[in-house]
């Protein structure tokens, strides 16, 4: 059964940069779309964005986060990275990884995690 932990999370100043790593273990990564979350104080936790399996399609972004985030995927190295630039105080949260469906349900607001939810990693933007 396919496990992912994530790393990366940080407290950061406004316009500062992080990168969060998410290992698979447990299973063959490319046969899963990845999507990662966030949920923030007294949120639901919604997505921000995915990568489909190989060859499934251009990554998705929340519009919150679009030109900001980065997603990518080393499948030979079993991880999905989040690149995340510029950060707002609004992006604090704890960051989830998970597989999904599929990735095209982001932009309709409904990408839904498959499985349990790990950890998480907390980031945090404040000055």
């Known amino acids: 059964q396919l496990q992912l932990v994530e790393s990366g999370g940080d407290l950061v100043q406004p316009g500062g940069s992080l990168r969060l790593s998410c290992a698979a273990s447990?299973?063959?990564?490319?046969?899963?779309?990845i999507g990662w979350f966030r949920q923030a104080p007294g949120k639901e936790r919604e997505g921000v964005s995915c990568i489909n399996r190989r060859g499934g399609g251009s990554p998705n972004y929340a519009d919150s986060v679009k030109g900001r985030f980065t997603i990518s995927r080393d499948d030979a190295k079993h991880t999905v990275s989040l690149q995340m630039n510029s950060l707002k105080p609004e992006d604090t949260g704890i960051y989830y990884c998970a597989p999904v469906a599929s990735c095209i349900t982001l932009t309709l607001g409904t990408l839904k995690a498959i499985g349990s939810w790990g950890q998480g990693t907390q980031v945090t933007v404040s000055s």
């Open positions: 447990g299973g063959n990564l490319d046969y899963y779309a």
